[in-house]
């Protein structure tokens, strides 16, 4: 039967983002359940297509990410694969709209086996907009449940939360980012030289991103609201621990949130939840 196989490549999509991500997952646990199978899926999909250009190094990245892509793109036409992961992505994609995100979100996972140096405004902004605010928006559309007037609304706010993420992701992951990977995303360094006034910049930009964003999970509707609090508050927590941090310690190790205070953000955030102080 269909559905059981649809039930299977859902429950690998799960597996998918319990294994790469706890806080993400985390976030999923507290939408309510008409709508975490929909982001399992969106997540099981991005996560593999970035696995493969950033993790297989002694593979033929190429090779394989298109093969993922082929597959998906037959995927779409007949609204099937038998790989589970591609198989659950598609029938969201149908449902909810999102080809042409998806497309967007492909050819930047693409660029990265290509391209190692953002050196532009243009060239970084476009590279964030297809790698995480499309992700956003993909997001967006599941919790709206396909309203278009109340995503329009929202959109914006859902492009800066992604960036803010984004930009977040690549200061804190700087040091593999240049050193294993040989990639420089922020275009206002120098030969990959972060020092703390080129730090406090980018920071101040992130900010900017977080309070528009901020501005729209306010009014996100309650199925989805509470965990895309988290998510946010976790980001900005870390966030404040990369402000406070030196740029030679970003520049040497990850910075990192422990588990104790994600349980204090989960607690917090929780709270202001039912006492609706956000």
Known sequence: MKA???????????VVTN???????????????????AIYAIYGFVRY????VDSFEHYNQKELFNDFMVDYHKALERKISLNPIINSFQE????????????????????DLYITEYDTKEAYENYIYGSADVVGLMCLRVFVN??????????LSAKHLGSAFQKINFLRDFKDDTEKLGRSYFPNLSHNNLDNITKQEIIEDIEVDLLEAYNGIIQLPMESKLGVYIAYRYYLKLL????????????NERIRIS??????ILTKSYIRYKFHAF
């Open 146 to 155: 396909n309203d278009e007037n109340k995503f329009n609304e929202l959109k």
């Open 240 to 251: 404040k621990k990369l402000k406070k941090a030196d740029s030679k310690k970003i520049l």
């Open 19 to 37: 294994a790469y991500s706890t806080s993400f997952s985390l976030g999923i646990k507290l939408f309510a359940p008409s709508i975490r199978p």
């Open 92 to 111: 969201v994609v149908h449902k909810y709209h999102l080809q042409t995100y998806a497309e967007d979100f492909l050819k930047r996972m693409e660029s």
């Open 4 to 14: 059981l196989f649809d039930t299977s490549s859902l429950k690998c999509s799960k």
């Open 49 to 52: 297509a970035d696995e493969i």
């Open 259 to 264: 588990n104790g205070i994600k349980l204090f």
